[in-house]
Every structure is written in structure tokens, then in C-alpha cells.
């Protein structure tokens, strides 16, 4: 037995641009507007010209210290935005729960306000509480939180990588009807993804067990 769930969206109309307006945090898509989004899937296509030269770098945060932060496994999200800080010219420190006083029973909060005290500028951060970005993005004046996946709530980082692929396949995301199937209520990027498609002008249709 399956239960689907159509999504309805307004017109929205626009191309997909490249200006971006500052943002300290990414916690999920629910608070993006279409301009934001748009002006992220621009800035990925101008990265992905960078990709294919042979000196694959760029000086947008030279200078500036990001750390991932991750409680939870992860092979491809963790190694991309390694990559994609070395690739901005940030110096990247990586960490996991494993080996650090989180073992010994350090709060999460705890371990971002000694990463805040430590300069670091930007926090990628990965666990299986559901609104533990929230928490950091609440008590750390100083670091910018970047969500890359808690618990069961969002995942918003994948979800722009899904819109981007799509666009950049279809050539545009505007009135698109986009079905997601599966276990919705326990997917953290379908979650993410309704948000980001039904923002850009697409028809969200979920369909999965009842």
C-alpha cells in the first residue's frame, strides 16, 4: 500500500543567476528564496568551468578556516567539501566524533564554542540529531554553520547537488513535476529536496509507504 501527496507551487518566473546575497548559515532550504537558490546553482556552474582547468583553484577563502565536523560516517559528503575548501583556497581541518572529547562525553556545544575559540570561520557539521545545526547556529556568534545532514530533518547541501544535476540535464526547474519516491518521512534529503524544487517553481509529488 502507497500514499501519494501532491505539493502545489505558485508561478514563480526568473532565470537562473549568479549574484549571491550574504548568508551566514545553511541549515536547510525552507528559509531560501528563489533568488538564493538561483544565485547557488549559478555559482556551482561557474565552479564546475574552474574544475576543468588545469590549476583548479581559486582564492575565495584564502585566509579563511573551515572545519568538518562530522558524528556520523560519511565518505562522499566529508571528501567533497574537502575538496571543494581546498578548491576555494581555504585551509581545511577535518574531525570526527571518534578520537575527540566528544568520546569522553564533551556536549556538542561544548566542542563548537572550542572550535569558535580556536578562529575557525566556517563549521560543516554532520549528526544524527535533528536540529543540532540549529543549536550550534544559536550559541556561535562568529561561525557561519553549514548542515550537512541531521538526523531525519534536512540535508540541504544534497538537495542543492539534486536540483543543480537536474537543471543542468533538463535546462530548467521551473514547472517541472518531480515525483520522490521511497521512505519520504525518514529521508532528510527528500525532505530538503521538496523545499529546493517546490522554491524553484517545480510540482512536488511524494509517493511512499503508508
Do not use: C
Not at 556551482?44 to 572545519?67: F, N, T
Not at 572529547?101 to 556538542?108: F, P, R, T
Not at 566556517?122 to 536540529?131: D, E, M
Amino acid at each position: 500500500m502507497s500514499l501519494s501527496r501532491t505539493i502545489e507551487t505558485p508561478e514563480i518566473g526568473g532565470a537562473l543567476g549568479t549574484e549571491l546575497a550574504p548568508r551566514k548559515h545553511v541549515l536547510d532550504l525552507d528559509d531560501f528564496t528563489q533568488k538564493e537558490v538561483a544565485g547557488v546553482l549559478g555559482s556551482a556552474r561557474s565552479m564546475k568551468e574552474v574544475l576543468g582547468r588545469d590549476i583548479k583553484k581559486v582564492p575565495a577563502l584564502r585566509g579563511k578556516v573551515l572545519v568538518t565536523l562530522f558524528y556520523e560516517a560519511s565518505t562522499r559528503t566529508r571528501i567533497s567539501f574537502e575538496e571543494a575548501g581546498k578548491v576555494l583556497s581555504a585551509d581545511v581541518i577535518n574531525m570526527s566524533a571518534s578520537g575527540s572529547s566528544a568520546e569522553k562525553g564533551e556536549s556538542l556545544l561544548n566542542t563548537g564554542l572550542t572550535i569558535q575559540a580556536m578562529g575557525v570561520d566556517t563549521l560543516v557539521i554532520r549528526h544524527p540529531h535533528s536540529g543540532a545545526p540549529h543549536l550550534l547556529a544559536q550559541h556561535l556568534d562568529k561561525v557561519s554553520i553549514i548542515n550537512a545532514g541531521d538526523g531525519l530533518h534536512a540535508h540541504p547541501t544534497q538537495a542543492l547537488l539534486d536540483l543543480y544535476t537536474v537543471h543542468e540535464k533538463l535546462g530548467s526547474l521551473e514547472g517541472l513535476k518531480v515525483v520522490i519516491v521511497g521512505d519520504v518521512l525518514h529521508s532528510r534529503v527528500a525532505r530538503s529536496n521538496i523545499w529546493g524544487f517546490a522554491t524553484m517553481g517545480a510540482k512536488v509529488v511524494l509517493s511512499g509507504p503508508a
